[in-house]
């Protein structure tokens, strides 16, 4: 099983900065199958970013994915109001499937 | 547009069982494997079951292996979970979600909360 750790626990930023959210598997992921998701509260996660790099439909072009192998990154360019939430990376190359344990974005 | 919507959450004792339903509209749902992710309380995302369109491919998470049963009817464009056993650490709300050709989970639904206690 891939183990997937999300890095910084929680980030205080405030509106306009840039956020930087790592995840780092145990082992490489297959063919990149690594997506990013937010989640608010009460509501249900949304897939922002697949394929580590590929921004999925109607996702803003603030929010960016990179990485390759074991080491994956999250950048939100500017955060907005709108952005502040948790954020969940996994991974879908292989099963069983598995979730980082989430980064909170919080208001500074 | 993609609609999932999951039922047949509730309060269950420990030991008992339950079924969980999702009903798909909005797109092909033969096209498309299917999976269950549920969430305890105030904690993160974990991965429970897929199942493949035409039903001939399953795979669980060891916590659930044995004891949920992951099954769709794709005349009815529904997904089910049966589960079995449940334990107190099964608190948590369930989603139903879509997986693309290429696995990724695009879309999820609302969820439905299941809560095992005495």
């Not at chain 1, 990149?32 to 509260?41: E, T, V």
């Not at chain 2, 999932?4 to 309060?11: D, N, P, R, T, Y």
């Not at chain 2, 795979?59 to 049963?69: H, I, L």
Request: charged share 20%; hydrophobic share 30%; net charge positive.
């Amino acid at each position: 099983e891939i183990v997937l750790t999300q890095s910084p626990g929680t980030l205080s930023l405030s509106p306009g900065e840039r956020a930087t959210l790592s995840c780092r598997a145990s082992q490489s992921v297959n063919s990149n199958y690594l997506a990013w998701y937010q989640q608010k509260p009460g509501q249900a996660p949304r897939l922002l970013v697949y394929g580590a790099s590929s921004r999925a439909t109607g996702i803003p072009d603030r929010f960016s994915g990179s990485g390759f192998g074991t080491d994956f990154t999250l950048t939100i360019s500017r955060l907005e109001p709108e952005d502040f939430a948790v954020y969940y990376c996994q991974q879908y190359g292989s099963s069983p499937r598995t979730f980082g344990q989430g980064t909170k974005v919080e208001i500074k | 547009q993609v609609h999932l919507v999951e039922s047949g959450g509730g309060l269950v004792k420990p030991g008992g069982s339950l079924r969980l339903s999702c009903a798909a509209s909005g797109f092909t749902f033969t096209d498309y494997y299917m999976s269950w992710i549920r969430q305890a309380p105030g904690k993160g995302l974990e991965w429970l079951s897929y199942i493949s369109s035409n039903g001939d491919i399953i795979q669980y998470a060891d916590s659930v292996k044995g004891r949920f049963t992951i099954s769709r009817d794709n005349a009815k464009n529904s997904l089910y979970l049966q589960m079995y056993s449940l334990r107190a650490e099964d608190t948590a709300v369930y989603y139903c979600a879509r997986e693309t050709r290429d696995r990724r989970t695009d879309y999820w639904g609302q969820g439905t909360l299941v809560t095992v206690s005495s």
